[in-house]
């Protein structure tokens, strides 16, 4: 395994140009199959990017490219459990760049005051269930609107 520490920072509205790029290329990866938070058009990437609430936006950056997307979102809904989610450019993946990710989003979870994370994965997508295991999440055996939920303490 790869591993990376390439520089992940909390989104601002200079990021929109980055963050819309790298949203293009997960459409045409057909990312939106098993990755559904939002649209992923340029609207959307302005609206995370000028976003100043309690929820947490950020990617990983290579340079002046975004090349991994990560989330924690619910602490602007007043949900004490936040819901993560992560996405690596389709160019970058099994690069560690998730894994990365992970461990950055963990960590600002427990800054924001989370002792816990949940994330839905759809039960074909063995690559992500391997890795959210790795990192200490486990399943429950229920399915959820076709996805299973796993929990992490943080």
């Known amino acids: 395994m790869n591993q990376v520490s390439l520089p992940i920072r909390r989104l601002a509205p200079r990021d929109v140009d980055g963050l819309s790029s790298l949203f293009t290329a997960f459409e045409r990866a057909g990312y939106q199959k098993n990755f559904h938070p939002h649209l992923f058009d340029r609207a959307t990437a302005s609206e995370i990017c000028a976003s100043s609430g309690r929820d947490y936006y950020c990617c990983g950056w290579d340079g002046p490219v975004a090349v991994s ?86």
């Open 69 to 154: 997307y990560g989330m924690l979102r619910g602490f602007d809904g007043g949900y004490a459990v936040p819901s993560l989610g992560i996405a690596t450019h389709p160019n970058r993946c099994r690069a560690g760049l998730a894994r990365n990710m992970m461990h950055h989003l963990h960590s600002m979870a427990r800054m924001l005051g989370a002792t816990k994370i949940m994330l839905k994965v759809y039960p074909e997508n063995h690559a992500a269930i391997d890795l959210y295991a790795s990192v200490g999440y486990v399943f429950e055996q229920a399915i959820a609107a076709g996805q299973r939920i796993g929990y992490c303490t943080v």
